[in-house]
């Protein structure tokens, strides 16, 4: 059997590129029926903050950032509303966001206060000690709440499910630099997860990947979007990607350069799921919010 070729040294060092770069969660992004309706959802029962809106009639949409601090240093919410667009399809693989509080009772007590769906009341995971909820948001999102003491980042996590876990680490490892942070199997439950980040959990956000036993494949529906990383180079980030998408599949949606009219340079490209991460430049991100 012939040797496998060996890496030219100009793909070994490009690979070596993802841990030396900074990156950091910028924002999630997704779409939702009704714009005013659910920031006063997020404000009032997560006590999130607007941080920013646009309405953009040339193209029918307007959307609003929101979070639990400035966009420099926090990852937020980037919500969509498509004019005339009311419902979406959530799919069967978007798992949830997760919120960190220090008293997920009390929080549940807020929401249920003011009309929020609870479909997991509080109390501590099966076999464990963290004490969850889950809730609802009024597009049918789940957002879970994890009790947590004293956080730099509240919005804590982005769950997608997936239907090869070890590729999917493999992948953001390679590909975004992202480290394995935890990997915690539930036979009796029947998945496994990964936590994978760039800092550890109760530090920063971190996107858990979830493998159900058995289950290759998950429709994305047309609701959730993409997640934005930052970067200090988006060329070099391509070539990173286009080089790791060769190996363990998915694809660039978008070539490297700067957004017409806005001059941020981004990259766009799907995993071997097919969920989208946008990579932007960090000092055009930076200009961008001033």
């Known amino acids: 059997m012939a040797e496998a070729a060996p890496v030219a040294a100009s793909d070994a060092e490009l690979l070596e590129w993802p841990k030396k770069d900074k990156h950091r969660f910028l924002h999630a992004v997704y779409r939702v029926g009704d714009l005013d309706r659910t920031i006063k959802f997020y404000t009032e029962c997560f006590g999130m903050k607007v941080l920013r809106q646009r309405d953009i009639p040339e193209e029918k949409y307007s959307n609003a950032f929101l979070g639990f601090g400035p966009e420099e240093s926090h990852f937020v919410v980037e919500l969509t509303y498509n004019y005339g667009v009311t419902s979406y399809d959530i799919g069967t693989g978007f798992g949830h966001f997760a919120i960190a509080t220090p008293d997920v009772y009390k929080l549940v007590e807020d929401i249920r206060a003011k009309g929020g769906n609870i479909t997991r009341e509080p109390g501590p995971v099966k076999g464990g000690q963290s004490v969850i909820a889950f809730v609802k948001d009024p597009d049918g999102y789940t957002f879970e709440l994890i009790q947590r003491g004293s956080t730099p980042e509240p919005l804590c996590q982005v769950m997608l499910r997936v239907g090869d876990l070890d590729r999917a680490i493999k992948f953001y490892d390679k590909a975004l630099g992202m480290r394995l942070l935890k990997k915690v199997d539930r036979p009796e439950q029947k998945y496994t997860i990964a936590?994978?980040?760039?800092?550890?959990?109760?530090?920063?956000?971190?996107?858990?990947?979830?493998?159900?036993?058995?289950?290759?494949?998950?429709?994305?529906?047309?609701?959730?979007?993409?997640?934005?990383?930052?970067?200090?180079?988006?060329?070099?980030?391509?070539?990173?990607?286009?080089?790791?998408?060769?190996?363990?599949?998915?694809?660039?949606?978008?070539?490297?350069?700067?957004?017409?009219?806005?001059?941020?340079?981004?990259?766009?490209?799907?995993?071997?799921?097919?969920?989208?991460?946008?990579?932007?430049?960090?000092?055009?991100?930076?200009?961008?919010?001033?």
């Open 195 to 290: 936590m994978m980040g760039y800092a550890e959990e109760h530090e920063t956000t971190v996107l858990e990947l979830t493998y159900n036993y058995g289950v290759t494949e998950y429709t994305k529906g047309n609701a959730y979007a993409q997640i934005a990383i930052s970067t200090d180079d988006v060329y070099k980030s391509a070539e990173v990607v286009n080089l790791v998408t060769q190996e363990l599949g998915g694809k660039i949606t978008r070539q490297a350069g700067p957004i017409p009219g806005l001059n941020t340079k981004i990259t766009s490209f799907l995993d071997p799921d097919g969920w989208k991460t946008v990579l932007v430049d960090n000092e055009d991100f930076l200009k961008e919010l001033h």
